[in-house]
């Protein structure tokens, strides 16, 4: 089952987190919050398909994570984050595969946000993240943990 949508979301269009944020703060500013946070959090400056991106991870043995915060039309600036693994597209947060990961990733991004922020932002999210796909990858963990255990238990009647 997992197979099945692991190759679904394979083939899928690639997808991104997308959040417009009206700021009143500087250029330099915005960039100075964005470095430390992000070296805090791990993320180190890659050029990702002609465009520079925060990233962590190198998409192997962890999902690669990325961010891109476009801020050349202050006071609007565009943020970006997206996952990706060797094999697969760019996924958002709402796939199902790496939703544990995705979410915590998700609250990076949130808390991110409200470092930049402050009483005069205004946040319009472009997508905004369902709880849909953690439930529905708990519950195939869950039905492919009984057929594991119902599995060992029809070995051990043998």
């Known amino acids: 089952m997992l197979g099945i949508i692991s190759l679904l ?22 960039s100075e919050i964005l470095e430390n946070f992000m070296k805090e959090k791990g993320f ?6 002609g465009k520079k991106v925060w990233q962590k991870g190198g998409g192997f043995w962890t999902y690669k994570k990325c961010l891109r915060l476009d801020i050349n039309q202050l006071p609007i600036i565009h943020l970006e984050a997206w996952v990706k693994a060797v094999g697969f597209g760019e996924s958002d947060f709402q796939r199902y595969m790496g939703a544990l990961p995705k979410r915590r990733y998700y609250n990076i991004v949130q808390e991110l946000v409200a470092k930049l922020s402050d009483e005069e932002t205004q946040v319009s999210e472009i997508e905004k ?7 529905i990858a708990g519950i195939l963990v869950g039905i492919g943990l009984i057929f594991i255990i119902f599995a060992l238990y029809m070995l051990l009647q043998a």
């Open 44 to 49: 180190i400056q890659k050029n990702y398909k």
């Open 129 to 135: 993240p369902s709880n849909r796909p953690f439930w």
């Open 9 to 30: 979301e394979a083939f899928s269009k690639e997808r991104r987190y997308a959040q417009n944020l009206k700021l009143s703060k500087s250029e330099n500013e915005i």
